[in-house]
């Protein structure tokens, strides 16, 4: 069974810095892209940045370039996003997502982790 | 950048009710469409890809159509447990994935 689970958020100051992670399992994780998608509360969702199964390929959503950076380290079947000068519009649940084909960077995304509630306030 | 408006925003009906839901590109983005389900206080889970692909597991009530800009997303008999919001996503252009705004069904 695949399983993403993500850790790392919290409450965070503006300006500061936190980094997320999210644990793969139950998949050839070096087969595949992974995503990271954000959801405020309430609200929709939000693509935020991808990262292709070599990581040859990384892009990132306009609100975060430049202040937020994927990473992966398949040797540990792990995900990362790095995310510095943080704003409270910033403020959501972060979701890890595999991408639904391996060898396939921009794609649908299947499954979800659980998400991590990062929250950025004074 | 591409964008992907839903309509409605919300609605309601009857149990047994046929419910269409539309998503609609600013460009033509072929088939590469997907349609998820997100329950309250649950994860966003996948319904449909390449516009009409059912995913393993998701009952045959759902289905989804369309091509180019225009794409449906149909639950042909609304069940209890359909209770959600529904999110268009393209795919496979850049820059990068774009959701939907969300379409909220709640039961009459």
């Known amino acids: 069974e695949v399983q993403l689970v993500e850790s790392g958020g919290g409450l965070v100051q503006p300006g500061r810095s936190l980094r997320l992670s999210c644990a793969a399992s139950?998949?050839?994780?070096?087969?595949?892209?992974m995503h990271w998608v954000r959801q405020a509360p309430g609200k929709g969702l939000e693509w935020v940045s991808g990262?292709?199964?070599?990581?040859?390929?990384?892009d990132y959503a306009d609100s975060v370039k430049g202040r937020f950076t994927i990473s992966r380290d398949n040797a540990k079947n792990s995900l990362y996003l790095q995310m510095n000068s943080l704003r409270a519009e910033d403020t959501a649940f972060y979701y890890c997502?595999?991408?639904?084909?391996?060898?396939?960077?921009?794609?649908?995304?299947?499954?979800w982790g659980q998400g991590t509630l990062v929250t950025v306030s004074s | 950048d591409i964008q992907m408006t839903q309509s409605p925003s919300s609605l309601s009906a009857s149990v047994g009710d046929r419910v269409t839901i539309t998503c609609r590109a600013s460009?033509?983005?072929?088939?590469?469409l997907a349609w998820y389900q997100q329950k309250p206080g649950k994860v966003p889970k996948l319904l449909i890809y390449?516009?009409?692909t059912l995913q393993s597991g998701v009952p045959s009530r759902f289905s989804g159509s369309g091509s180019g800009t225009d794409f449906t997303l149909t639950i042909s008999s609304l069940q209890p447990e359909d209770v959600a919001t529904y999110y268009c996503?393209?795919?496979?252009?850049?820059?990068?994935?774009?959701f939907g705004g969300g379409t909220k069904v709640e039961i009459k």
């Open positions: 997502a595999k991408i639904g084909a391996s060898r396939q960077y921009n794609y649908w995304f299947d499954p």
């Open positions: 139950g998949f050839t994780f070096d087969d595949y892209a």
């Open positions: 990262i292709s199964w070599n990581s040859g390929s990384i």
């Open positions: 460009q033509g983005i072929t088939n590469y």
């Open positions: 390449a516009a009409s």
């Open positions: 996503q393209k795919y496979n252009s850049a820059p990068g994935p774009a």
